[in-house]
């Protein structure tokens, strides 16, 4: 359970701050942004990219990169396989989670665990985009000609107890998710980035599959 919590923590980040975010400026009709950023991704069904994670530890001066596939269904289904420096596979399917790590196989039902929940919806909202409904956080938008920033603010004690922020970059042509940052209270943070993305992509169902 605690290695596959880490991988989730991994592939979110933020910058934590409260102040103006430089080239940014604050979206003041917030409920105007929610309507159109709602509009814009019950559009999309699925999502198709590469990605890249940048993880910096705070003990360590090198950063830590990884890259790979990325996929994601309505409703609530998440394909994330590295390829390099390491293999590694991650599947959210609605309520479940599977992970390969070489050999090992493990399953985990976030029903279990309600924190896990809690870290596993983080990931669905960002792609189904109804982050700004989930009251786990408070919200502040900020944009500029081109994306608009999300700022995550924890709102629950177990959130508070991990994370100082999420920020969630989405590109403002068709809303979808360019990059995902979280910060977390140890001072460690991650960076995942989402290129080559290609929306309503046909994706078979069994690549989320969790026997």
Sequence with gaps: MSKVKLILL????????????????????????????SAATQKTTSIKSDFTQEKNLAMLSEKIISRGNFWFKKDSRVRMEYNQPFKYLMILNRDKVYVKDGQKESKVSTKSNKLFQQINRIMIDCMQGTMLSNTDFSTRVFENRSTALIELSPQTKGLKELFKSINVVVDKKDFSVTSIEMKEISGDYTIMRFTNKEPNASIPDALFSID
């Design 10 to 37: 991994a592939l979110l980040v933020t910058t934590g701050v409260k102040a103006q975010y430089p080239g940014y400026n604050t979206v003041t009709d917030v409920a105007k942004f929610k309507t159109e950023f």
